[in-house]
């Protein structure tokens, strides 16, 4: 295996790090969700089996 | 820090949403039960999407990883949709019934998250360790 997909693995797993910094923004925010927040995080979970990533893998 | 730590920083957001304060009101079972599952949105797509992106490298170093890709694929979706749906339940009659199901339902994703930061440290740890030989 190449030094070069090794590196391009770890620096992958580095993006998740956005997802990290965008919830500790949200933590600003309180109170429950609304409705169109709720139908949003409704539609994106419904979407999630839509993604290629999201297939049953061999 | 050259190779910041993914999984740490997942388990650390995982651990402040859920002891969210609630400054602006608002019932904070509610607003943990729906922050926790937008976290868990998240956290499950871009770990599937990171396994998916870099299946060789990781199932190489750490075939586990793939396996419980491959269960959040079967079962994520679900456990979403199980808290959505029990967050609903809560919100229209919030007693301790309710409550006692979307904390059930709350744990499992809690869970699947902290799995995740453990299979990303193992992951990642593995990586840097082919990396130096």
């Given at each position: 295996?190449?030094?070069?997909?090794?590196?391009?693995?770890?620096?992958?797993?580095?993006?998740?790090?956005?997802?990290?910094?965008?919830?500790?923004?949200?933590?600003?925010?309180?109170?429950?969700?609304?409705?169109?927040?709720?139908?949003?995080?409704?539609?994106?979970?419904?979407?999630?089996?839509?993604?290629?990533?999201?297939?049953?893998?061999? | 820090?050259?190779?910041?730590?993914?999984?740490?920083v997942i388990a650390?957001?995982?651990?402040?949403?859920?002891c969210a304060v609630?400054?602006?009101?608002?019932?904070?079972?509610?607003?943990?039960?729906?922050?926790?599952?937008?976290?868990?949105?998240?956290?499950?797509?871009?770990?599937?999407?990171?396994?998916?992106?870099?299946?060789?490298?990781?199932?190489?170093?750490?075939?586990?990883?793939?396996?419980?890709?491959?269960?959040?694929?079967?079962?994520?979706?679900?456990?979403?949709?199980?808290?959505?749906?029990?967050?609903?339940?809560?919100?229209?009659?919030?007693?301790?019934?309710?409550?006692?199901?979307?904390?059930?339902?709350?744990?499992?994703?809690?869970?699947?998250?902290?799995?995740?930061?453990?299979?990303?440290?193992?992951?990642?740890?593995?990586?840097?360790?082919?990396?130096?030989?």
């Amino acid at each position: 295996m190449g030094a070069d997909l090794i590196i391009a693995a770890i620096n992958a797993g580095i993006t998740l790090i956005d997802l990290a910094m965008k919830w500790a923004a949200d933590l600003k925010q309180s109170g429950e969700l609304d409705e169109a927040g709720e139908k949003a995080l409704d539609a994106k979970i419904a979407n999630l089996s839509d993604k290629p990533w999201w297939k049953p893998q061999t | 820090m050259k190779h910041k730590q993914p999984f740490a920083v997942i388990a650390l957001t995982a651990m402040l949403c859920a002891c969210a304060v609630t400054p602006g009101g608002g019932d904070p079972v509610v607003i943990n039960a729906e922050k926790t599952t937008a976290l868990a949105v998240d956290t499950f797509d871009s770990f599937l999407q990171y396994e998916y992106n870099n299946r060789a490298a990781l199932e190489s170093v750490s075939p586990a990883i793939h396996e419980y890709a491959n269960y959040v694929r079967a079962n994520g979706q679900k456990w979403l949709q199980t808290a959505r749906s029990m967050t609903q339940a809560y919100k229209h009659n919030r007693d301790e019934n309710n409550k006692a199901n979307l904390t059930t339902a709350i744990s499992t994703l809690q869970e699947a998250v902290n799995q995740i930061s453990k299979y990303m440290a193992t992951g990642t740890a593995s990586l840097k360790k082919a990396k130096r030989h």
